[in-house]
């Protein structure tokens, strides 16, 4: 993966892997060509640049992509992958013989388990959909996207995100003492927390940027799972927070 263009034309192939129509020596090429262990790791410096440094709208767009191809197994909504016991061992062995032709003449194909090829598919779907399951987490996490229509139900689904952290620090009055015990520079309070990430999350709260998705206090529903964990928790919620709670 050397670019957002690399991962956003890996999120439109997902969507067009029908098993039917796509060969064993397809199968190859695509992991081959593809398949990056660096998607895996959601500490992957390069990984994080990438995706932090990308248009909204392609990152967006991604995500789309990965929650379609996640929903519809990757274009084979007809099968059922949990048919088969969760156990099975699978795997394929091969050589490449050359860079061009077609992918039978470039993939000799040594061994094949098991060696059903319809058999094979399924149980090399069935794991590859839960790997862009891990790589969709990996994306949203780094860039703290959700897809569109996703309804995030409860706590322990959001807890993880720098919008919720720094909103119940604020919701508590514990940001209050953080910024003054740090000149109220966002930079340093980030740093007192040992997330430099949660900078602008700091920064835009407390400044007047309502357009903002990093400022806690634009959103109903941001302030509001805050408020209802706070709340779930029996931690004190200090009234001008409540006070800034904008309407839906």
Same mark, same amino acid.
């Given at each position: ?74 274009? #084979? ?104 015990? #740090? ?66």
């Amino acid at each position: 993966m050397k670019s957002i263009e690399d991962l956003l034309n890996y999120s439109n192939l997902i969507n067009k892997l029908n098993l039917e129509s796509k060969s064993i020596h397809y199968i190859i090429w695509f992991e081959e060509e593809f398949i990056d262990k660096d998607f895996l790791d959601i500490n992957c410096p390069k990984f994080q640049s990438i995706l932090i440094n990308a248009e909204e709208k392609k990152v967006r767009l991604i995500i789309k992509n990965f929650d379609k191809a996640i929903k519809s197994q990757c274009g #084979n909504n007809s099968l059922d992958l949990d048919r088969h016991a969760k156990d099975i061992y699978w795997n394929y062995s091969y050589k490449k013989e050359s860079n061009e032709g077609s992918l039978r003449k470039r993939f000799a194909l040594h061994e094949l388990i098991p060696n059903d090829e319809k058999f094979f598919k399924e149980l090399w779907l069935r794991d590859f959909v839960k790997t862009i399951t891990k790589i969709s987490e990996n994306i949203k996490f780094i860039t703290e996207n959700e897809s569109e229509k996703q309804i995030i139900p409860t706590q322990k689904d959001y807890y993880k995100y720098s919008w919720f952290k720094i909103g119940v620090l604020f919701a508590k009055g514990e940001m209050s003492n953080l910024l003054e015990k #740090n000149d109220y520079n966002a930079t340093k309070v980030a740093e007192d927390l040992g997330d430099k990430n949660l900078r602008p999350y700091i920064s835009d709260s407390l400044g007047t940027n309502f357009d903002s998705d990093k400022n806690i206090f634009s959103s109903y529903d941001k302030m509001t799972k805050i408020i209802n964990y706070c709340k779930e928790n029996n931690f004190p919620i200090k009234e001008d927070f409540l006070s800034q709670l904008p309407s839906k």
